[in-house]
């Protein structure tokens, strides 16, 4: 079965985070937990990894993850991003490296 841990953000503080906003209405466990998590791996911040996410598909960040890739033991930031059509799209960023590993257009 694949381990995945995953931590939700609130939609509209990423919405904040993009225009630059501190993570003001995050839930403070959530961010201490991805900042333990991003620091002791040495990941990426989700700061980067947004840019690098928006700099791949522009819009406004839905919503945001990080989850533990346990295939190849690995972490993604996934992030849910609305462009200027309303097209969703889901934007996987290598919290290691901030490469883009996937950029999906949802369907539905």
């Known amino acids: 079965m694949k381990n995945v841990k995953t931590i939700g953000l609130i939609g509209a503080a990423t919405m904040m985070m993009q225009m630059g906003v501190a993570h003001a209405d995050l839930d403070a466990d959530d961010m201490r937990e991805i900042r333990k998590i991003s620091e002791g791996f040495g990941l990426i911040s989700l700061e980067q990894a947004q840019a690098k996410a928006l700099e791949a598909k522009p819009g ?9 890739r346990a295939f190849d033991k ?23 490296t901030g490469e883009v590993r996937k950029t999906t257009k949802d369907w539905f």
């Open 74 to 96: 690995g972490w993604d930031y996934e992030f849910e991003i609305v462009d200027a059509d309303g097209g969703e799209w889901e934007v996987l960023i290598d919290a290691k």
């Open 60 to 68: 406004i960040v839905e919503d945001a993850d990080l989850e533990d």
